[in-house]
């Protein structure tokens, strides 16, 4: 079993709609919970970090974390074309120390239809 | 500012042959990431250094695999004896302390022939 879940799709959504991606996590000791913006050929980005239960909104991305269905989503309001990439879902395992190693899952390709 | 760089961008050898990968970080940044991305999947983990230590090591998948960071800046990835599985998109990541945003640089994209 993966330590991080994450529908590969393809989730494809017109523009302006609302893109809902989602992640599952098997560490339930897990602290910190990233998603990354990947666009083909290029290196991840970090878009929304969120560290405790609830809702973190940031512009058009709101990123929300429920610890106890171990469970991490992004929704991305106002879909744009430029969206269109694979988004990786991150999250460190659960550590004594300070190490911040991420865990990824395989991404979620997200197409924005015109 | 400047982000963190990787070279070569493209490296292409044959089974059997030593390669290295060069990281340059975030000026600054005192915590650095190597990461391997196959086809198709994340990112996986392979080691972190603290300064000029490797303080966890733990992702590299044998001992062809080895990093250094002399002087807790520049880091290289060495793989001896490659083969052709070790072909993916190598990601080497920095950070202002360990506990901070990890930023990517580029990758090195390794073919193995």
């Known amino acids: 079993q993966k330590e991080v879940e994450q529908n590969s799709g393809p989730l494809s959504v017109p523009e302006g709609a609302i893109a809902s991606l989602n992640c599952t996590y098997s560490d339930r000791g897990s602290q910190s919970f990233f998603w990354y913006r990947q666009y083909s050929g290029k290196s991840p980005e970090l878009i929304m970090s969120i560290y405790s239960n609830g809702d973190k909104e940031d512009g058009r991305f709101t990123a929300q974390l429920n610890k106890a269905s171990q469970y991490v989503s992004l929704l991305i309001r106002d879909s744009q074309p430029s969206d269109s990439a694979t988004y990786l879902c991150?999250?460190?395992?659960?550590?004594?120390?300070?190490?911040?190693?991420?865990?990824f899952g395989s991404g979620t390709q997200l197409t924005v239809l015109p | 500012g400047a982000g963190v760089s990787q070279t070569p961008s493209n490296k292409v050898t044959e089974k059997g042959k030593y390669v290295e990968l060069r990281c340059d970080p975030i000026?600054?940044?005192?915590?650095l990431y190597w990461y391997r991305q196959s086809l198709g999947q994340g990112p996986e983990f392979l080691i972190y250094f603290q300064g000029t230590g490797a303080a966890d090591d733990s992702g590299l998948p044998n001992d062809r695999f080895f990093a250094v960071r002399p002087e807790g800046s520049v880091s290289t990835l060495k793989i001896q004896r490659t083969e052709r599985g070790d072909s993916a998109v190598y990601l080497c990541?920095?950070?202002?302390?360990?506990?901070?945003?990890?930023?990517f640089g580029p990758g090195t994209r390794l073919t193995v022939l």
């Open positions: 000026s600054g940044h005192t915590a």
């Open positions: 991150a999250v460190t395992p659960f550590s004594s120390g300070s190490a911040r190693q991420l865990t």
């Open positions: 990541a920095s950070s202002l302390e360990v506990t901070d945003t990890q930023y």
